[in-house]
């Protein structure tokens, strides 16, 4: 038996992607992996489960001498494909992406990528979703490895505490234009959509969604202002979405 | 112009679900509502969003004198495309549900209806989600409404701070079995997953979702403890998923 870590990775942008790549790159150094990840784009899919159709696992050559899979459904469906089937036990450390495109601020929310990271940390495994601000489907991922090597081998040394993931995130640009890592909390922002509508062949009308992100809070302390200062932003993560702050207001109401 | 409150409602159940029709009864006589829900069931879809297909939204006849659409998307979805192309403005409240099945704990994640309440709460919407512990397509919705009201009146009174919405719960049984309402916490839960694995007629394998949910947080303030002793569960609920407290441990790594 192997003595080495036991390195669980998935993605949402599919096992064909660059960044997933880099990310077998980077964590084959450190542990045996194994790579179970979607066939197909899964990106803004959230913490989103396959419940009313039936789910595929399929083996991959994609990564030389690495075990892998793909799944059909969605990012959490492959990380709890990976640990209740495939594994039958929990990996030492799981990581997600490197993504496609950011997933800082209220992104967490929508990003495949970051929801296989909680799932993680559910999971009670320490857990990293990493993504790298550029959506090109051959941007550079130079900068993102060598940051991802040292967080990786950072949270294997120091583990994370029970129900917490680390979501980072990197610049685009080359390393030496990168400033280094900030630990911040979770920037607040908000997607002001717009919808292009247009009509189809056949008359009827059908909605893209697009938008701009607006960001509404300048704290120097947040993932947001460290990433446009050319920092790496990690941002501990938990799942507890309670607003403690209002119970007490909310026991006053006369319900 | 009406001067009555605005209120949009969706849901994860799909607009002809029992429990959507039980919420358009009783918020139609607090306000004036719009209906844009999905045209098939979403649920376990999460916090995601449609981006690699274009969105459908169409005239539906399903309520009465209310004014209504089926949205080919995600719960999410149907909160964007009323905000950004029905209304071209925001509600004076959100409510989601009411769910077939309970979305309290850990669930929340996992949760369509819930996920459009936080979409309602990045958009500092005041936002509700319902759900009642009963997947039963013909559940009884009774005590369940008697609830929604009183909370979408207070709600409606008192407001919810930005970036805040409710996860409220009920219980099944009737109304008289039902000991009031508890303000509570998420309480900690996972599910312990099991996939059933199956051969399809041309001996290709899949698998179900199947498994439980197990409960590892007995605290007397989650919802969970109050849904157990028949009481209506009422989560503050908020979108920051930062682990603040593990800022501090994280400065002090060597990175």
Redo the contacts between chains.
């Keep these: 038996m192997s003595k080495r870590p036991l390195i669980l990775i998935t993605n949402d942008d599919s096992i064909y992607a660059k960044g997933i790549k880099s990310l077998v790159d980077v964590v084959k150094e450190l542990g045996d992996v194994l790579v179970v990840s979607p066939q197909d784009?899964q990106?803004?899919?959230?913490?989103?489960?396959?419940?009313?159709e039936?789910?595929?696992?399929k083996p991959s050559n994609q990564f030389k001498d690495i075990e892998a899979y793909t799944c059909s459904g969605?990012p959490?469906?492959c990380v709890?494909?990976a640990?209740?089937?495939v594994l039958k036990t929990r990996p030492t450390l799981l990581v997600s992406g490197i993504n496609h495109g950011s997933n800082a601020a209220?992104n967490?929310?929508?990003s495949g990528t970051m929801?296989a990271a909680?799932e993680g940390a559910?999971?009670n495994i320490p857990s990293i979703g990493f993504s790298l601000l550029d959506f090109d489907t051959d941007a550079d991922f130079d900068a993102a490895k060598h940051y991802a090597k040292?967080?990786c081998q950072?949270v294997l040394k120091?583990g994370?505490?029970k129900?917490?993931c680390l979501?980072v995130n990197i610049p685009k640009g080359k390393l030496d234009t990168l400033k280094g890592?900030k630990?911040?909390?979770?920037g607040?922002a908000?997607?002001e959509?717009?919808?292009e509508?247009?009509t189809d062949p056949f008359g009827?009308?059908?909605?893209?969604?697009t938008g701009d992100f607006a960001v509404t809070d300048r704290g120097e302390d947040t993932d947001m202002f460290a990433l446009e200062n050319k920092y790496v932003s990690?941002?501990?993560?938990?799942?507890?979405?309670?607003?403690?702050h209002?119970?007490s207001?909310?026991?006053e109401?006369?319900?």
């Design positions: 784009p990106s803004g899919m959230g913490h989103a489960i396959t419940i009313h039936p789910l595929r696992l969605t959490v469906d709890k494909l640990i209740y089937e209220t967490i929310l929508y929801s909680v559910i999971e040292i967080i950072n120091h994370l505490p129900g917490t979501n890592i630990i911040c909390r979770q607040k908000f997607w959509d717009a919808f509508k247009r009827g009308d059908y909605y893209w969604l990690v941002v501990p993560t938990q799942f507890d979405m309670t607003a403690h209002l119970i207001t909310l026991n109401w006369d319900i």
